[in-house]
T-cell receptor
Framework: AQSVTQPDIHITVSEGASLELRCNYS??????LFWYVQSPGQGLQLLLK??????LVQGIKGFEAEFKRSQSSFNLRKPSVHWRDAAEYFC????????????FGKGTRLHILP | NAGVTQTPKFRVLKTGQSMTLLCAQD?????MYWYRQDPGMGLRLIHY???????AKGEVPDGYNVSRLKKQNFLLGLESAAPSQTSVYFC???????????FGDGTRLSIL
């Protein structure tokens, strides 16, 4: 069975600084990988997903993520954060079958300093 | 363009009471899901549906039942509420696979 770990519970960065949120997964084959964002009081929004192909994936809101098989990682990056990016971010992993369920990480809460 | 709508948004129940949470989507999606979100736990899948008239168990199905009589609606029922079911419940839908794409804003449920 697949599993996913987000090592950082909280991350604080200054507005305008770059961001990297870590995600590590465990799965024997090539997984499907996702990043979601949750703003306070709202549901989750899909930022980006990786199924196959180019390991650098572009998403919405200026985010990107890179799949690194050798490190079992799918880290989320943004070159310059805005105060609106303050939210909770969830990484999720699927078993490589589009009909299988996905497992969510426990989330990383991003705080932005003005 | 409503997307995924959950009702109610808040509810307080006493232990042993029953209730139904309603989820409606207007995107003609085949797949619908119910998740619960607890502090420090991420989202856990309760039940899901791959089409009208179908339901299946997720990671944490005990104490919950679901029905998908119409494609656009997915109901989550608690037959006898317990304090351990205090949580925020999210409904989601998608047009492919079992990877949720569109989420509702959640239902905050407290069981006393």
């Amino acid at each position: 069975a697949q599993s996913v770990t987000q090592p950082d519970i909280h991350i604080t960065v200054s507005e305008g600084a770059s961001l990297e949120l870590r995600c590590n997964y465990s799965y024997g084959a090539t997984p499907y990988l996702f990043w979601y964002v949750q703003s306070p009081g709202q549901g989750l929004q899909l930022l980006l997903k990786y199924f196959s192909g180019d390991t650098l994936v572009q998403g919405i809101k200026g985010f990107e993520a890179e799949f690194k098989r050798s490190q079992s990682s799918f880290n989320l990056r943004k070159p310059s954060v805005h105060w609106r990016d303050a939210a909770e971010y969830f990484c999720a992993v699927g078993a490589g079958n589009r009909d299988d369920k996905i497992i969510f990480g426990k989330g990383t809460r991003l705080h932005i300093l003005p | 363009n409503a997307g995924v709508t959950q009702t109610p948004k808040f509810r307080v129940l006493k232990t042993g009471q029953s209730m139904t949470l309603l989820c409606a989507q207007d995107m003609n999606h085949e797949y619908m899901y119910w998740y619960r979100q607890d502090p420090g736990m991420g989202l856990r899948l309760i039940h899901y549906s791959v089409g009208e008239g179908t339901t299946a168990k997720g990671e944490v199905p005990d104490g919950y039942n679901v029905s998908r009589l119409k494609k656009q609606n997915f109901l989550l029922g608690l037959e006898s509420a317990a304090p351990s079911q205090t949580s925020v419940y999210f409904c989601a839908s998608s047009y492919i696979g079992r990877q949720p794409q569109h989420f509702g804003d959640g239902t905050r449920l407290s069981i006393l």
